[in-house]
């Protein structure tokens, strides 16, 4: 798409059920359907009039209407190709003028500096053009003052005033685009340049880790397993202003926490969009693998460009260079030393929490995990389950600006969280909260047993540090017990601008017990109830809030025992549900948001879905979830990328959007709310990304980030 994603180099394009019950590891290769035409959206208009209009340097306005089609993806390949061919990317074209990115901004949240992030995919009649918006060039009070000149081959073809994408009608398969700002009349630094695409993904090359067997004294000894491609979590790893890909391999025997038996190590690479592997780190036989075990953070935690992994290790972690970890309490431990008891689980020997470098993958510092596991019984069962349950995340908390990340340990009894700040080459813990501390909140609503197989950030209230959405209750940035609903243990949640008229955000919510609401959606700042589905008995396992149709106003919410679609400002039933309650995505032209299930996106509007994309050849993740490898605005313009794993886990597919919009939004990724939730969607139960404002049908202007890029 871009030629730094290409070549590596500087000059590249940002790339993007119950609580007991088993979920194995990755479903294998699916039966993949034909790729179905997408609907039409609302195209931009090219008009000088319109929003999203372009002024065409030299020649008349090219046309905007129907879909764009794209080979291999939408209505058959290219010319020459079979259906089905995989496309190469194209070749290396360097730039002559290609910064990293710009720095700007004067606000709290230090966030990272990327690249124009152009990407150009080849369509009918022409190329389509997509680039990044910085978050501190928006200008929500005169959004004439700013605009982007395109550049093909080195010449101006246009300047883009409402939007940042464009379709080329005189461009083609050889063509070369650059961008540059115009703020206030002053023209900026150029781009990367962007080569095109002949396809609608870019394809990264895997190197799939060697499979082995279960040793003697597991349950199952001489178990095969094999390596499937699993969750992923975007960084700048290098410092270029392009995002490397973190990626998780799990063994065919990962386990699910209720499970028993040996797994085979859980190990996590990185990789540029090349397909050059970075590093590889090997957790160790002291880790299970499995969807609750392996939480890694990935953000730039130091503010030096360069990204950083956080995770848990043990005894037996090795890192990038093949050299067990050897820092803090991992300097004098036994690493021959196999901590598996006769069920396969890992409950005795020393637990770590590591830093690594993103860009080296060697080890930066180690200390003990806080919590330790005590007694197992007191986590809520007698054989581990409920004690190796897991979450993370990175959230903005102290007054630095700079982001810290959390650990979580334990949600259906006792409910534990460490914040660390990783600074100066020093781990240091900012607090801890324990639920055997505070059990309840102010209101007696309890803190024990609240939380979710998810963990979800954003800013209750009027400091700018940010509080951590922990299921059922909630943190303050300070690590003091904010408030909870005492709605008990729930699966899925999502918080974003759900009800745009009303002031704040709100926090959306399915239950599994069965004896509380199925459902509630929840102020943030106090936790009062704002609507509620009755008590209906059963496990709501899944459930998705977003603004999906935009005849309703604001966001929509169903879940998997209501049967049916509920507006969330009313709770009024509007219809039948979507056929998937899984994943959402920013896809086609109108700011409605689309649903992403398996390895295909949805169109829903007015009770009718229609089908956008069929990915041939790639798969989902998590067994029955079927959720992507991520989900991210990871280059182009605002709207999202969707990551899949090839079946054959040889490579990821990088999907991106050539639909023209009229809308003109800020990259994702300088959302504080939007970026943080990002680096939590590897969690567990994975779930969506939601910005800290509304997008949705009659949405109004975005809020300027209060952010700063160094």
Known sequence: MVAAWVSGAALAMACGHSGDEGRGPNAGPESMGPGNPGAAGTAASDGSGDPGAVVPMGGTAPSTEGTPVIGGVNGGPPTGMSPGEDVETPPVVPATDAPVGVTGGDGFY????????????????????????????????????????????????????????YRDTGGNAASIYTVRPVIGGVEGPTSETAPVLPQQFLRVPLQ???????PAGCPTPNEAYTYSANDGSPGDADGDGVYELFLKWDPSNAK??????CTGNAIIDAYKVDGTRLWRIDLGPNIRAGAHYTQFVVYDFDGDGKAEMAVKTAPGTKDASGQFLHLGPAANDDDSQNYRNATGRVLAGPEYLTVFSGETGAELATVNFDQARGNVN????????????????????DGTGLPSFVMARGYYTRTTLSAWNWRDGQ?????????NVTPADAAGRSYTGQGAHSMTIANADDDPGQEIM??????????????????????????????????GLEFFMCNEDGVHPAYHVRDIRTCGIIVESPINGADTGRCVAGDIDPSSPG?????????GLFAAPTNVRLGNAPGSTNFLVWWDADESRELEDSNRIDKFANGTTTRLLTANGVTSNNGTKSTPTLTADLYGDWREEVVWRESDNTALRIYTTTDLTARRIY?????????????????????????????????AAPPSPNIQIR
């Not at 699910?256 to 038996?261: A, F, L």
């Not at 966001?555 to 049967?563: L, P």
Request: hydrophobic share 30%.
């Open 427 to 435: 781990l240091t813990q900012l607090w801890k909260f324990d639920s």
């Open 208 to 214: 799939i880790p060697p499979g082995g067997t279960s």
């Open 378 to 397: 007191s986590w809520g069962d007698n054989y581990g389950n409920r004690l190796d349950r897991f979450l993370s995340s990175a959230a903005y908390l």
């Open 256 to 261: 699910d926490n209720s499970q028993d038996g």
């Open 470 to 503: 922990y299921g059922a209750m909630e943190i303050d940035n300070t690590g003091v017990g904010l408030c909870s609903t005492g709605y008990d243990h729930g699966d899925a949640q999502h918080v974003g601008d759900f009800i745009p008229e009303r002031p």
């Open 110 to 165: 230090q966030m990272e500096r990327l690249s124009r992030g152009v990407v150009a995919v080849q369509v009918n009649g022409g190329n389509y053009v997509g680039w990044r918006m910085y978050g501190f060039e928006y200008d929500a009070t005169n959004p004439e003052n700013v605009s982007y000149r395109l550049y093909r081959d080195g010449t101006q073809i246009a300047d883009v005033t409402g939007s940042t994408n």
């Open 555 to 563: 966001a929509e919410m169903w879940a998997s025992s209501t049967g």
């Open 667 to 699: 990259t994702l990724m300088h959302d504080p709310q939007y970026r943080m939730q990002v680096t939590a969607e590897q969690t567990a139960y994975n779930q969506p990304p939601h910005p800290g404002f509304h997008i949705g049908n009659g949405m």
